[in-house]
């Protein structure tokens, strides 16, 4: 995000972070300005428990759920003029975890970002 492409004037969506596992986060981005903010849990990180407190027997329908995941997605949209579509995936395909990591403790990797508190 530090080397967004000019053509790029404005960029948002919901991302799952390996080392956030659990909680969605939410992403922005106009001109300058980028942020990240959670953005709730994912219903596929919650115990039965929980679930069974949010929603009791049924839970919702869910686009795209996946047995192994859950609703963890990243969908992202970007909007700008003579974007390289090509370059813009290729740069957040480096992003994605390796077969390797997709099966180690995500918890050893390092989080890039601060802990976030409640205002």
């Known amino acids: ?16 972070m390996a080392t956030r596992n659990h909680m969605a986060i939410s992403f ?30 049924t839970l919702p329908a869910i686009p795209d759920w ?4 859950g609703d963890r997605v990243t969908k992202l949209v ?13 740069t957040l395909d480096e992003t994605l975890l390796t077969e ?4 180690m403790n995500w918890r050893e990797l390092k989080d890039p970002f601060p802990q976030w508190t409640r205002s």
């Open 100 to 103: 390797e990591e997709m099966h």
């Open 28 to 57: 922005s981005h106009a001109g300058t300005s980028k942020q990240l903010s959670p953005a709730g849990i994912w219903v596929g990180a919650m115990s039965e428990e929980e679930r069974q407190l949010h929603f009791g027997d």
């Open 78 to 90: 970007f909007i700008g003029i003579d974007m390289d579509r090509a370059e813009i995936e290729r």
């Open 1 to 16: 995000m530090a080397k967004w492409p000019e053509p790029i004037v404005r960029s948002k969506g919901l991302m799952w």
């Open 66 to 69: 996946d047995d192994e995941w």
